[in-house]
């Protein structure tokens, strides 16, 4: 029998372990913000990869603020090497979840299967990405097939607040590396049968505008912090929202709306606290923070560039007007080249295992990719893995038991067809 068909066999057959071990990680609560468990759960995915013939180190993000003795970031890596170390394939999961948040009809971490889907927070995003990882290298192993290259699997902490003491961590310290990595899979739920190539950019900024506090009966001895604020705001639906909403990118981004750059404020407060006992005074400080999406195709100078511009032209027309603007984050758009060879063994392995390929997409947001490509200098990195984004983050998510076994199958595929089986 060819290779490939007994390693799509070994897959159906350990259906059931696939779907046992993503439940046994969802029941993990892995909640980050603050970053519950993640020695557990490093601790889960470690173990099963020993198991299953990886040779697996333990790494604590040392030297990351966010790594304490309470909430300690502890990463695992396994490899598993073939007749030689390359090509050497990365699949990297991270296995922190976002708070269940209200509105659930079942127990967030239960890890309830009914009707063919597996729920629980971190159920599609992106612990079924996980176990399909883990169990495409073991399905290689038990059908028998000798592979030529290395598969490595990592499970990293912290990608939902940035990931820095995760997959950011690993590539400062060379773990991820063009220097060793050939090609890195992310399993991000990015639906079963499509390719992503990458994501927007995201620029976080704070702007506050300084005022004069005065006794509130009489405002005109002072200067008003909000209401400066709101003609900010103002200038910027006016003036900046049109133009920026007119342009679009060329990439691939689902869904369609966020093909083009948006802006989005993030909260905002000034004067007093709306909650405390009130005194009569003329609000002198007002803050917010803005979430603004950038194309690749506009880059982040220009992008920043059109804010300093709005603040500037605004303070030079409307008197005592002061604000200052803060840079508070800013990720860089990605895209895998068209030409990388993940993009064309992904999609056959589609095709064989689907019958179909929805072609490639982007990402509204952004995930580790750009750590992968920009730190580790790894340009042939993708998103592909089981479940549907738009589940990820909100009550009941679940990920379906067929997509996980699909994206196991394809995951499989492309590991036999980029590390080369050995004769
Ligand atoms: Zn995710």
């Known amino acids: 029998m060819d290779p490939t068909d007994r390693v799509l066999m070994s897959v159906d057959a350990a259906a059931d372990e696939i779907v046992d071990f993503t439940r046994e990680l969802i029941r993990l609560p892995t909640v980050n913000p603050p970053g519950d468990g993640y020695a557990d759960c490093a601790e889960l995915i470690g173990r099963r990869l020993t198991r299953f013939g990886f040779e697996t180190a333990y790494f604590a993000a040392e030297g990351c603020a966010e790594h304490t003795t309470r909430h300690p970031r502890i990463n695992v890596v396994g490899r598993r090497c073939g007749r030689a170390m390359r090509p050497l394939v990365h699949l990297n999961g991270h296995f922190d979840v976002v708070p269940a948040g209200a509105g659930w009809t079942v127990d967030p971490f239960g890890a309830v299967v009914r009707d063919g889907r597996i729920y629980g927070r971190g159920s599609c995003d992106m612990k079924a990405g996980i176990a399909a990882a883990v169990y495409a ?208 063994v992904l999609d056959r392995g589609l095709r064989r295992v689907l019958g179909r390929s929805g072609g490639l997409v982007a990402s509204p947001g952004t995930y580790d990719h750009k750590h992968v490509t920009r730190i580790g200098g790894v340009t042939n990195c993708v998103a592909y893995g089981p479940g549907i984004l738009d589940l990820a983050h909100q009550p009941d998510e679940w990920c379906g038991v067929d997509d996980l076994i699909n994206a196991t199958k394809v995951i499989a595929l492309a590991l036999m067809e980029l590390t080369g089986t050995a004769a």
Request: glycine residues 10%; proline residues 6%; aromatic residues 6%.
């Open 137 to 344: 290298a073991e399905a290689i192993r038990r059908a028998g097939v000798e592979l030529h290259g290395a598969i490595e699997i990592s499970g990293t902490v912290d990608e939902e607040s940035g990931g820095f003491a995760g997959v950011a961590w690993l590539a400062h310290r060379g773990h991820i590396n063009a220097d060793r990595t050939d090609y890195v899979i992310i399993p991000e739920p990015l639906y079963v049968d499509r390719i992503c190539v990458g994501h927007r950019g995201a620029y976080w900024f704070e702007i506050t505008t300084h005022g004069r506090i005065a006794h509130g009966s009489m405002p005109f001895h002072g200067v008003n912090a909000i209401e400066h604020m709101s003609i900010l705001l103002d200038r910027m639906r006016r003036d900046l929202l049109p133009r920026i909403a007119s342009r679009s990118t060329a990439m691939p981004i689902e869904p369609a709306g966020a093909r083009r750059a948006t802006l989005n404020v993030n909260g905002i407060d000034g004067g007093q606290p709306t909650d405390g006992i009130q005194t009569p005074c003329v609000a002198d400080r007002c803050r917010a923070i803005f979430d603004r999406r950038f194309l690749i195709e506009e880059g982040f100078e220009q992008t920043r560039a059109e804010i300093v511009e709005l603040l500037d032209r605004v303070a030079a027309e409307v008197p005592d007007l002061r604000c200052e603007l803060r840079d508070l984050m800013v990720v860089h758009p990605v895209l895998t080249p068209g030409d990388s060879p993940l993009i064309g």
